[in-house]
């Protein structure tokens, strides 16, 4: 059974920092590319960042480069996300979906919230 399970989120003051983890089981994570996708409430999925099998190639939304870095460690099964100066704007809940060209496997996701 494919399973993808994200942690790390939390409440941060404007400023703060935040790793995220997604935990994957069930299918050869060394394969795929994988992401990060958020939803802000009352607003639509959206696409964070990404990166290729190997890790080497890694793309970001505009609005958060600079301060968000993607990883993974492919003998952990662990994809990660490192977020620093976060912004109110950043507060959602974030997930870790598998593409393989859709986005075909999702995890609970992990909130994400920053406020003073």
């Known amino acids: 059974e494919v399973q993808l399970v994200e942690s790390g989120g939390g409440m941060v003051q404007p400023g703060g920092s935040l790793r995220l983890s997604c935990a994957a089981s069930?299918?050869?994570?060394?394969?795929?590319?994988m992401t990060w996708v958020r939803q802000a409430p009352g607003k639509g999925p959206e696409w964070v960042s990404g990166?290729?099998?190997?890790?080497?190639?890694?793309d970001y939304v505009d609005s958060v480069k600079g301060r968000f870095t993607i990883s993974r460690d492919n003998a952990k099964n662990t994809l990660y996300l490192q977020m620093n100066s976060l912004r109110p704007e950043d507060t959602a809940l974030y997930y870790c979906?598998?593409?393989?060209?859709?986005?075909?496997?999702w995890g609970q996701g992990t909130q994400v919230t920053v406020s003073s």
């Open positions: 979906p598998r593409n393989s060209g859709l986005y075909d496997a």
């Open positions: 069930g299918f050869t994570f060394s394969t795929y590319i």
């Open positions: 990166t290729n099998s190997g890790g080497d190639r890694i």
